[in-house]
C-alpha cells in the first residue's frame, strides 16, 4: 500500500481552498480550508453525507463552481505545478476534458438527447486535438469498445435514449477519457445506476485506471467502493476534511468519530456473530445548516466524545501516524 | 413506423382535413342568407325575377344544394375554384395572382421573427438579470400590448411623413427602373414597413419563448458535461442548448402560423400590400362568395402545409420523437 501524501510532487494539489456561496439565508461556507494531494496513477476516495462538499471540490476543481453565487473565495489548486485558480475562462476550457474529465452522477442526463454519443466523444477529441471528423469519430468508437461496449461503430450512431443507464455512464467514461486527460474525477458515478451495473462500472474504472495510469478523484459515499478502488481516502463533513489517509489505515484504525460512526454505519450481509439479526447504526442527529456553523467543530453537537473545547474552536489536521490525518481535539488530547 | 410512411399518413390526413374545410364553408356560405344572383341584381341596382332567375340558373344556383356541392369540390380539385362575379376573372388565377404577395410577407416576416427572437431570447437567458432580458421583457409586453394596425400607423407616420425615408404603401414603385437587381431592391423598400409591423407581435412572442425555453435548459446536466468537456461558452449556447430550446419554439411558430395569416389581411390593408389580404377585404365587401371560399381554401391549405413541414422540423431537431 502506497505511503500516501508527501514524497514525490503530487499531480493535483489542492491548497486551504475556501469556496462561499451568497444565499438569501447568508453567507454559506461550503468548503472550508480544504486540501488534498493526488499523486499522477492513484485514486483518492473522497465520501461524506450528501452536502458535505464533494461534489462542490469536484466542480472546483473543473473551475466550474455556478457563479453567481458561488465563488472560490481563497485558496489554490495546482495541476502538474499549473495554479487553476488563475487562469482565464478561455484557459479554463484548454484544461477541462483535455487534461481533466469528469463523470457525473447521473448518466440518464448527463447526456446530451439531441447529439448522437459519437458525436458527443468525438467533439471533445476535434476541440482538445484539433483533429478532423473522421479521426475524432475514429476515436470515439476506440473508446465505445475501450468502455465494453459492443458493437461500437453501430452503438457510435445511437442517441443517448436508445442505450441503458449502465450503458449511458460508460459512453460518459469513454467521453471523459477521450482526449487522455491525467486526471480523472468521477462524481458518484454508480449512484443512480443498479448494484450489479455498479460493480461493473467500477470493475472497468479500475481496468482503465491500470491500463491508463489516468489519477482518479473518487467521490462516493459507497465505503465498499473505497476499500476496493481507492488508495487514499478523504472524509468530508460540512465543508472540511476531517479524516484523511491512506485507505487501510483510515478504515481500519478510523480517528475521528465521525469517520468511526460511517464505519460502523455500513451494512453486512452476514452479521458478526451471526445468530443476532445485525440492527442498522446511524450517527443520530443531522448535519448542520452551512449558513450558521458556530465556532467550534461542525460535528460536535453529534459526537460522543465532545467536551468543551470542541464548542469553541474549530480543530485542525493533526498528523497522526507517516500516513493518516485527523481533525478532532480528542485526538490531540491523546497526543498531547 | 418509416419517416416516409408517417408523411404519407400526414399528408393524407391534410387532405381529408382540407375536403372537410371546403364543405364546411361552402354550406356555411349556403346557409347566409342572400347569394351571388341578389348581389349582382343589387350592384345592377334592381332588377325583376325573372332577370335573377336567370343569373341563378347562369351560376347553377338553382340546382339542388348536394350537386352544388359536388360540383364545387370536384372542380376545387381540379383547380376551378369557381368563377369571381366581381374581377370578371376565375378565382384561382385571381389567387394565383395575389399569393405570392402574401407568402413573400408572411414568411419574410415569420422567419425576421423566430431569427431576431431567438438570437434576443439566447442573449436574454445568458444573463437572466441583465439589460438585454429587460429588453425582452419590455418588448414582449409592448408587442402584446400593441395592436398592428396601430404599430403599423405609428411606423407609417415616423418613417414615411416625419421621415421619408420608406413608401408608403404598394409593393412595387412603377417609376423605377432598371434590371432585376433595381427592382429587387425596390420590393424589399416596400416590403420593410409590412414585414416589421407584421413580425412585431411574434417577435415579442418568439424572445420570450426563447429566453424561457433557455433558461430550462441551461440548468439541464447535459449543459454541465458539455462544460466539463472544454466547450467554450460560444458551442454550449449555440450547439448544446439552442438545439434543445428549439423545440417549443418551432412548436409554437407552427401552431402560430394561421394567426399569422389573418394578421397579415390587416397589415396588408394598412400598407395597401397586393396580398390575399387586400383581396379577402374587398371581396367581403363586394359579396364575392367564390372568392371568398377560395382564399379560405387557400388559406387552410398554406397552414396545413406549413404543420406538415412543423412535424418534419421537429423530428430532425429532437430523434426521441418517436415517429407515427
Same mark, same amino acid.
Given at each position: 500500500?502506497?505511503?500516501?501524501?508527501?514524497?514525490?510532487?503530487?499531480?493535483?494539489?489542492? *491548497?486551504?481552498?475556501?469556496?462561499?456561496? *451568497?444565499?438569501?439565508?447568508?453567507?454559506?461556507?461550503?468548503?472550508?480550508?480544504?486540501?488534498?494531494?493526488? /499523486?499522477? +496513477?492513484?485514486?483518492? $476516495?473522497?465520501?461524506?453525507?450528501?452536502?458535505? +462538499? /464533494?461534489?462542490?471540490?469536484?466542480?472546483?476543481?473543473?473551475?466550474?463552481?455556478?457563479?453567481?453565487?458561488? *465563488?472560490?473565495?481563497?485558496?489554490? =489548486?495546482?495541476?502538474?505545478?499549473?495554479?487553476?485558480?488563475?487562469?482565464?475562462?478561455?484557459?479554463?476550457?484548454?484544461?477541462?476534458?483535455?487534461?481533466?474529465?469528469?463523470?457525473?452522477?447521473?448518466?440518464?442526463?448527463?447526456?446530451?438527447?439531441?447529439?448522437?454519443? $459519437?458525436?458527443?466523444?468525438?467533439?471533445?477529441?476535434?476541440?482538445?486535438?484539433?483533429?478532423? /471528423?473522421?479521426?475524432?469519430?475514429?476515436?470515439?468508437?476506440?473508446?465505445? *469498445?475501450?468502455?465494453?461496449?459492443?458493437?461500437?461503430?453501430?452503438?457510435?450512431?445511437? %442517441?443517448?435514449?436508445?442505450?441503458? $443507464?449502465?450503458?449511458?455512464?460508460?459512453?460518459?467514461?469513454?467521453?471523459?477519457?477521450?482526449?487522455?486527460?491525467?486526471?480523472?474525477?468521477?462524481?458518484?458515478?454508480?449512484?443512480?445506476?443498479?448494484?450489479?451495473?455498479?460493480?461493473?462500472?467500477?470493475?472497468?474504472?479500475?481496468?482503465?485506471?491500470?491500463?491508463?495510469?489516468?489519477?482518479?478523484?473518487?467521490?462516493?459515499?459507497?465505503?465498499?467502493?473505497?476499500?476496493?478502488?481507492?488508495?487514499?481516502?478523504?472524509?468530508?463533513?460540512? $465543508?472540511? =476534511?476531517?479524516?484523511?489517509?491512506?485507505?487501510?489505515?483510515?478504515?481500519?484504525?478510523?480517528?475521528?468519530? %465521525?469517520?468511526?460512526?460511517?464505519?460502523?454505519?455500513?451494512?453486512?450481509?452476514?452479521?458478526?456473530?451471526?445468530?443476532?439479526?445485525?440492527?442498522?447504526?446511524?450517527?443520530?442527529?443531522?448535519?448542520?445548516?452551512l449558513t450558521n456553523l458556530g465556532a467550534g467543530c461542525a460535528f460536535e453537537p453529534r459526537c460522543e466524545k465532545a467536551f468543551a473545547r470542541c464548542k469553541a474552536e474549530k480543530p485542525a489536521l493533526l498528523q497522526i501516524s507517516e500516513s493518516q490525518f485527523g481533525a478532532c481535539w480528542v485526538l490531540e488530547e491523546e497526543s498531547a | 413506423?418509416?419517416?416516409?410512411?408517417?408523411?404519407?399518413?400526414?399528408?393524407?390526413?391534410?387532405?381529408?382535413?382540407?375536403?372537410?374545410?371546403?364543405?364546411?364553408?361552402?354550406?356555411?356560405?349556403?346557409?347566409?342568407?342572400?347569394?351571388?344572383?341578389?348581389?349582382?341584381?343589387?350592384?345592377?341596382?334592381?332588377?325583376?325575377?325573372?332577370?335573377?332567375?336567370?343569373?341563378?340558373?347562369?351560376?347553377?344556383?338553382?340546382?339542388?344544394?348536394?350537386?352544388?356541392?359536388?360540383?364545387?369540390?370536384?372542380?376545387?380539385?381540379?383547380?376551378?375554384?369557381?368563377?369571381?362575379?366581381?374581377?370578371?376573372?376565375?378565382?384561382?388565377?385571381?389567387?394565383?395572382?395575389?399569393?405570392?404577395?402574401?407568402l413573400l410577407l408572411v414568411f419574410s416576416s415569420q422567419i425576421l421573427a423566430i431569427v431576431l427572437g431567438t438570437l434576443l431570447g439566447v442573449l436574454a437567458a445568458k444573463k437572466p438579470n441583465g439589460i438585454v432580458s429587460l429588453l425582452v421583457t419590455f418588448l414582449s409586453l409592448f408587442g402584446f400590448a400593441a395592436p398592428v394596425f396601430w404599430s403599423g400607423i405609428l411606423l407609417i407616420i415616423a418613417f414615411v411623413s416625419i421621415f421619408p425615408l420608406f413608401p408608403v404603401g404598394g409593393m412595387t414603385d412603377v417609376t423605377v427602373e432598371g434590371g432585376w437587381f433595381i427592382q429587387l431592391l425596390d420590393l424589399l423598400h416596400h416590403l420593410f414597413l409590412p414585414m416589421i409591423t407584421l413580425a412585431s407581435i411574434y417577435l415579442a412572442l418568439y424572445s420570450r419563448l426563447a429566453r424561457a425555453s433557455m433558461l430550462e435548459v441551461l440548468g439541464a446536466d447535459y449543459i454541465r458535461t458539455a462544460r466539463a468537456k472544454g466547450l467554450p461558452q460560444r458551442a454550449v449556447l449555440y450547439k448544446h442548448a439552442l438545439k434543445n430550446a428549439l423545440g417549443p419554439l418551432v412548436t409554437v411558430a407552427g401552431l402560430q402560423f394561421s394567426a399569422v395569416m389573418s394578421g397579415a389581411v390587416v397589415v396588408e390593408t394598412v400598407f395597401s400590400w397586393p396580398g390575399l389580404g387586400t383581396l379577402a377585404l374587398q371581396s367581403i365587401l363586394a359579396r364575392d362568395t367564390p372568392t371568398i371560399m377560395g382564399i379560405l381554401f387557400f388559406s387552410s391549405f398554406v397552414v396545413i402545409v406549413v404543420n406538415i413541414l412543423t412535424d418534419i422540423t421537429l423530428r430532425l431537431i429532437d430523434p426521441r420523437i418517436k415517429t407515427g
Amino acid at each position: 500500500m502506497s505511503s500516501a501524501i508527501a514524497n514525490d510532487v503530487p499531480l493535483l494539489s489542492v *491548497k486551504d481552498l475556501v469556496v462561499d456561496f *451568497k444565499t438569501r439565508a447568508g453567507n454559506a461556507r461550503v468548503l472550508d480550508h480544504v486540501s488534498l494531494d493526488i /499523486k499522477a +496513477g492513484k485514486i483518492l $476516495g473522497i465520501v461524506g453525507e450528501s452536502g458535505c +462538499g /464533494k461534489s462542490m471540490t469536484a466542480l472546483s476543481i473543473m473551475g466550474l463552481v455556478p457563479n453567481p453565487p458561488g *465563488k472560490i473565495t481563497s485558496g489554490s =489548486i495546482s495541476l502538474n505545478g499549473r495554479e487553476l485558480t488563475d487562469l482565464s475562462e478561455e484557459q479554463l476550457c484548454d484544461v477541462r476534458g483535455s487534461e481533466i474529465g469528469m463523470i457525473f452522477q447521473e448518466p440518464m442526463t448527463s447526456l446530451n438527447p439531441v447529439f448522437t454519443v $459519437g458525436e458527443q466523444i468525438a467533439e471533445s477529441v476535434r476541440l482538445h486535438e484539433k483533429a478532423s /471528423k473522421q479521426a475524432a469519430m475514429a476515436r470515439a468508437v476506440d473508446m465505445l *469498445k475501450a468502455v465494453d461496449i459492443p458493437e461500437p461503430e453501430i452503438r457510435a450512431r445511437a %442517441y443517448p435514449h436508445q442505450l441503458s $443507464g449502465g450503458m449511458r455512464q460508460r459512453v460518459m467514461i469513454a467521453m471523459a477519457l477521450a482526449c487522455r486527460p491525467t486526471l480523472l474525477i468521477a462524481d458518484e458515478p454508480t449512484t443512480a445506476l443498479d448494484a450489479t451495473v455498479q460493480a461493473q462500472i467500477f470493475d472497468l474504472l479500475q481496468d482503465l485506471q491500470r491500463d491508463t495510469g489516468t489519477a482518479i478523484v473518487l467521490i462516493t459515499h459507497d465505503m465498499g467502493a473505497i476499500a476496493e478502488l481507492a488508495d487514499d481516502v478523504a472524509v468530508m463533513y460540512a $465543508g472540511r =476534511i476531517i479524516e484523511t489517509g491512506s485507505v487501510s489505515n483510515v478504515l481500519s484504525q478510523p480517528q475521528h468519530p %465521525y469517520t468511526q460512526g460511517l464505519i460502523t454505519c455500513v451494512p453486512h450481509l452476514v452479521p458478526d456473530p451471526p445468530i443476532e439479526r445485525e440492527v442498522l447504526r446511524e450517527i443520530p442527529g443531522m448535519v448542520p445548516a452551512l449558513t450558521n456553523l458556530g465556532a467550534g467543530c461542525a460535528f460536535e453537537p453529534r459526537c460522543e466524545k465532545a467536551f468543551a473545547r470542541c464548542k469553541a474552536e474549530k480543530p485542525a489536521l493533526l498528523q497522526i501516524s507517516e500516513s493518516q490525518f485527523g481533525a478532532c481535539w480528542v485526538l490531540e488530547e491523546e497526543s498531547a | 413506423m418509416s419517416f416516409t410512411q408517417t408523411l404519407a399518413k400526414r399528408i393524407g390526413y391534410g387532405l381529408l382535413l382540407l375536403i372537410g374545410v371546403l364543405i364546411l364553408n361552402f354550406t356555411l356560405i349556403s346557409i347566409a342568407p342572400g347569394d351571388v344572383a341578389d348581389s349582382i341584381a343589387g350592384d345592377m341596382g334592381g332588377a325583376d325575377v325573372t332577370v335573377i332567375e336567370e343569373i341563378r340558373e347562369r351560376y347553377g344556383l338553382n340546382q339542388p344544394f348536394h350537386i352544388q356541392l359536388w360540383r364545387y369540390v370536384s372542380g376545387v380539385a381540379r383547380l376551378d375554384l369557381g368563377f369571381s362575379y366581381f374581377y370578371n376573372t376565375p378565382v384561382t388565377s385571381l389567387i394565383l395572382e395575389k399569393l405570392p404577395a402574401t407568402l413573400l410577407l408572411v414568411f419574410s416576416s415569420q422567419i425576421l421573427a423566430i431569427v431576431l427572437g431567438t438570437l434576443l431570447g439566447v442573449l436574454a437567458a445568458k444573463k437572466p438579470n441583465g439589460i438585454v432580458s429587460l429588453l425582452v421583457t419590455f418588448l414582449s409586453l409592448f408587442g402584446f400590448a400593441a395592436p398592428v394596425f396601430w404599430s403599423g400607423i405609428l411606423l407609417i407616420i415616423a418613417f414615411v411623413s416625419i421621415f421619408p425615408l420608406f413608401p408608403v404603401g404598394g409593393m412595387t414603385d412603377v417609376t423605377v427602373e432598371g434590371g432585376w437587381f433595381i427592382q429587387l431592391l425596390d420590393l424589399l423598400h416596400h416590403l420593410f414597413l409590412p414585414m416589421i409591423t407584421l413580425a412585431s407581435i411574434y417577435l415579442a412572442l418568439y424572445s420570450r419563448l426563447a429566453r424561457a425555453s433557455m433558461l430550462e435548459v441551461l440548468g439541464a446536466d447535459y449543459i454541465r458535461t458539455a462544460r466539463a468537456k472544454g466547450l467554450p461558452q460560444r458551442a454550449v449556447l449555440y450547439k448544446h442548448a439552442l438545439k434543445n430550446a428549439l423545440g417549443p419554439l418551432v412548436t409554437v411558430a407552427g401552431l402560430q402560423f394561421s394567426a399569422v395569416m389573418s394578421g397579415a389581411v390587416v397589415v396588408e390593408t394598412v400598407f395597401s400590400w397586393p396580398g390575399l389580404g387586400t383581396l379577402a377585404l374587398q371581396s367581403i365587401l363586394a359579396r364575392d362568395t367564390p372568392t371568398i371560399m377560395g382564399i379560405l381554401f387557400f388559406s387552410s391549405f398554406v397552414v396545413i402545409v406549413v404543420n406538415i413541414l412543423t412535424d418534419i422540423t421537429l423530428r430532425l431537431i429532437d430523434p426521441r420523437i418517436k415517429t407515427g
